[in-house]
């Protein structure tokens, strides 16, 4: 109600009751007795109004209520008015119900837990797998989401809807489950909730890292065995000319399987853990020189091999993963680019990151296989073709390293031209102002 009809309606109150005392008045004065009139229209208007409140009472509670009594003024209207929103309640609490029926009904559908939540992150409707999920009665399931689930990557991931990804979350009161949530919307005003059971992937991953870093384990003794032997006849000058062939190849394959254990045990113990840790910092230019140390060694590099650092900015996260990154990328550049081709890394930093860049002037990567390179084993045919065997885990190590700093990975490259590979670290990552003494070695 505007504050116009408001005063026009006190108004019309005040003046109707003004205009009774007068009329009591009036008619008091003609008998000689003014007071008794104006006495008498106040008791009169007085019990008007106790009749009408005590008639309201009743009125409101009868279901369904009597008629609106009949007559003129204020009381009538006020009647009227309370019926018209007991109306619109009555409407309005049909229409959720009906609502309530279609959520209800389209939660019980789905296969996976799923909740239809309010604008307000509110139960308004879920199904029994929720409930069973939460070990609750599914009609005592109502209130805010949160009261149930408060993990808090579950809260920022319904208040932040820029951050929906990928959210799994265990619940305590269903410890053998892992839950990967998804969050879509209904209509504008509902949201649906879905809490997927990736258990068992969870477990079949478990058991794949568990299984690798077993075998590696294995592997890794009676290789080292192998070597410290093999190491002994290469060195030794009395070995017959026949056989010295065969152990430098047994040499060479032995060489390659440690590799090959390393970096299945690196990768594995990237992909089992976490994120890397926030708060150490990395210092790129000592570790940029390191690897132009061990690349200036390495056979391969060609003379045009340049490290470009313009920022003193480091990263937060680990130096060895770190380290792997650049030198996994490094001795790739180097293999696969000619003596007489040039290979660049440059570290750089800006307000939206930091970038590491390895460029080369190489044999480069045909299109239709560029997305498949980071893939374990994955060789390039180009890459094949030059004998320059790796053991095919590099760029899939660079890349889970690259992740647990929450950085990516990007490949452009023409074939027969060269390649660029461009490590982007997120502005978070970035560690200012880092003198040697600060950084983890
Ligand atoms: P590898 O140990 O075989 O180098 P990687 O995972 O590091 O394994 O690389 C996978 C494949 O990607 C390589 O075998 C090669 O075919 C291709 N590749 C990687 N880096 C380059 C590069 N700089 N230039 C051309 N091809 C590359």
Redesign the pocket.
């Known amino acids: 109600m505007s504050n116009r009809t408001l005063t026009r309606q006190a108004t019309g109150v005040i003046l109707r009751h003004a205009a009774l005392l007068g009329i009591g008045y009036l008619i008091g004065a003609l008998n000689q007795a003014p007071w008794i009139g104006i006495s008498a229209a106040l008791i009169g208007a007085l019990t008007w109004h106790v009749a009408y409140r005590t008639f309201l009472q009743h009125w409101l509670q009868i279901s369904p209520p009597p008629p609106i009594p009949p007559g003129s003024g204020d009381w009538p209207q006020i009647f009227a008015r309370i019926q018209h929103f007991r109306n619109r309640s009555a409407a309005h609490k049909e229409r959720s119900e009906k609502f309530g029926a279609i959520w209800q009904t389209f939660v019980d559908s789905l296969p996976d837990a799923a909740f239809v939540l309010n604008s307000e992150f509110e139960i308004q409707a879920c199904n029994q797998r929720a409930a069973d999920i939460l070990a609750i009665d599914k009609s005592h399931l109502t209130g805010l989401i949160s009261n149930y689930l408060r993990q808090p990557q579950l809260q920022s991931f319904l208040h932040n809807a820029n951050d929906r990804n990928n959210v799994v979350i265990t619940t305590p009161r269903a410890p053998d489950l892992t839950l990967r949530c998804r969050l879509s919307h209904c209509d504008k005003d509902h949201l649906l909730l879905q809490l997927l059971d990736i258990s068992e992937q969870v477990q079949a991953q478990k058991m794949r890292i568990d299984f690798v870093a077993n075998a590696s384990h294995e592997l890794r003794t009676p290789v080292t065995v192998l070597k410290g032997y093999l190491d002994s006849l290469v060195d030794d000058e009395t070995l017959p000319g026949d056989l010295r062939q065969p152990v430098d190849v047994m040499n060479e394959q032995v060489n390659r399987m440690q590799e090959l254990i390393s ?1 299945l045990m690196e990768l594995n113990v990237l992909e089992s853990g976490g994120l890397a840790p926030v708060d150490t910092p990395v210092n790129v230019a000592t570790v940029l020189e390191g690897v132009h140390r061990e690349a200036q060694a390495s056979p391969h590099c060609p003379q045009d091999f340049r490290i470009e650092v313009t920022s003193d900015t480091g990263i937060y996260g680990s130096t060895s993963e770190f380290h792997s990154i650049v030198s ?2 490094v ?3 180097l ?3 000619a003596a007489a081709g040039s290979v660049q890394v440059r570290w750089s930093t800006s307000p939206a990151g930091g970038e590491l860049r ?1 460029s ?1 002037t ?4 045909d299109e239709a ?1 560029l997305t498949r ?12 073709a030059r004998h ?11 890349k889970h390293a690259l992740a647990r700093h929450e950085s990516s990975l990007s ?1 452009s ?1 023409e074939f027969g031209k ?2 660029v ?1 461009t490590c982007t670290f997120p502005p978070h990552r970035l560690c200012e102002g880092l003198s040697d003494s600060d950084a983890e070695h």
């Open positions: 970096d996994n990328l001795s790739n550049a293999r696969f680019t390895v080369d190489g044999i480069g990567i296989e390179i980071t893939e374990r084993f994955y060789r390039t045919e180009a890459g094949k320059q065997f790796g053991t095919g885990l590099g760029l899939a190590i660079v490949i490259s060269g390649s590979f």
